[in-house]
């Protein structure tokens, strides 16, 4: 299995570390939108890596299957 990571991946880890601050800065500041926010990206942040997982997933088992055939 590869540990070369998709941009997906690191794309959705840097996501999710924006919406972390963002919504302790909201609970900091009592603000609600910033909260909800911060939420939000999290939760994008989280599906992002999720995609680039399944991508790297399947790269990974196609190039296994290459290496098989050989």
Known sequence: MSHRHDEDEARGSGKQVKGKIKEAAGVLTDNKRWQAEGRIEKTEGKAQEKIGELK????????????DDL
Not at 57 to 67: A, I, N
Request: hydrophobic share 10%; no cysteine.
């Open 56 to 67: 790297r997933s399947l790269r990974d088992d196609t190039h296994r299957h290459r290496d």
